[in-house]
């Protein structure tokens, strides 16, 4: 078992709550978005060292990083938050329950080797370096764990439900991103087992100018851009609308209704690996910067867009 717990330098580490945005004044957060650069950062002894132990096996397991989304950053949870009967319900403590019990059930079964991106919802680790350590320990499902929230506090129509932020197929690598789209709505089907709406995914598209290699449009959310880069399947996993009182009372207010949405998960990525096999794209981090728009470097730094931008359609 392997952690990314305290890793970053301390130089990186000022650095880090320098450039990232908490939200938690407000019980509204969007998913995880371009905070980091736009190119994908080269897996290295000089890079991997900084985020895991770069660790390569030739093993015939499967390998699953799973990525808790959100933590601390400057003293404050950086996800959405939302008070309902005097308790109040953090993001960043939720996907670390969620990613814990997918990664205990996942470890029942002697075929499978299991990564978390941190062991701590006190822990924020760049979004890049994420996706550079999935790449490094040559994962064939890197998943990133999120719950949703809307505007309105709770009351919004059609806000409910479970999503997935994927890659866009039709572009730079077309069967990588094919691949992780089966498997999040494989994921997002168990999920749907549980009782939870089922949104489908979320494509959204580089707004900014940020290109692939090859010149294509990049995606906007930054797991799935760098996952595409990196030659390794990603996508983001929402679990339902926190600040929706039936998303929040029926499953994501009790430790049984975590190890249900956990073992969901798990279940989801069995599923996919099983019939799809493990991983055979090759690693394609670039060392070049892509094409981007020359007002912004970073999507997701400025003021979020509207909820029906962010989260897809339906959430309006």
């Keep these: 078992m392997t952690y990314l717990k305290n890793l970053l330098p301390a130089a990186a580490k000022a650095l880090l709550l320098a450039v990232l945005i908490s939200t938690t004044s407000s019980s509204v957060s969007w998913a995880e978005e371009e905070t980091g650069p736009?190119?994908?950062?080269?897996?290295?002894?000089?890079?991997?060292?900084?985020i895991g132990p770069g660790m390569?096996?030739?093993?015939?397991n499967f390998i699953v990083v799973l990525d808790p989304g959100h933590g601390k950053t400057g003293g404050h949870y950086s996800g959405c938050n939302f008070v309902y009967n005097g308790v109040t319900y953090y993001e960043d403590e939720i996907t670390m329950k969620i990613a814990s019990y997918t990664k205990q059930y996942l470890e029942q079964f002697s075929n499978y080797t299991v990564y978390l991106t941190k062991d701590s919802a006190e822990v924020t680790v760049p979004l890049d370096q994420r996706a550079a350590f999935a790449a490094?320990?040559?994962?064939?499902?890197f998943v990133s764990q999120h719950v949703d929230s809307a505007l309105g506090n709770g009351t919004v129509k059609n806000a409910f439900g479970v999503s997935s932020m994927a890659p866009r197929t039709g572009r730079y690598n077309n069967?990588?991103?094919?691949?992780?789209?089966?498997?999040?709505?494989?994921i997002l089907k168990q999920l749907n087992n549980l009782g939870l709406n089922n949104r489908g995914l979320i494509l959204r598209d580089s707004e900014n100018g940020t290109l692939f290699p090859d010149g294509s449009q990049a995606d906007y959310y930054a797991i799935p851009r760098y996952s595409q880069m990196y030659g390794i399947r990603g996508f983001i996993i929402e679990h339902g609308f926190l600040n929706h009182t039936s998303d929040l009372t029926l499953f994501?207010?009790?430790e049984e209704q975590y190890k249900a949405l956990g073992e969901a998960d798990a279940k989801g990525i069995m599923e996919y690996l099983q019939k799809a096999g493990k991983s055979t794209f090759v690693q394609t981090a670039q060392t070049t910067q892509t094409t981007q728009n020359t007002n912004s470097q970073n999507e997701?730094?400025?003021?979020?867009?509207?909820?029906?931008?962010?989260?897809?359609?339906?959430?309006?």
């Design 38 to 50: 736009a190119f994908a950062p080269p897996v290295t002894k000089t890079i991997t060292p900084e």
């Design 56 to 60: 390569r096996s030739n093993s015939s």
């Design 136 to 141: 490094s320990v040559q994962a064939d499902l």
């Design 175 to 186: 069967e990588l991103a094919l691949q992780s789209q089966e498997a999040a709505n494989t």
């Design 252 to 254: 994501l207010s009790t």
């Design 300 to 316: 997701g730094t400025g003021a979020p867009p509207s909820v029906s931008e962010s989260k897809g359609p339906g959430a309006n």
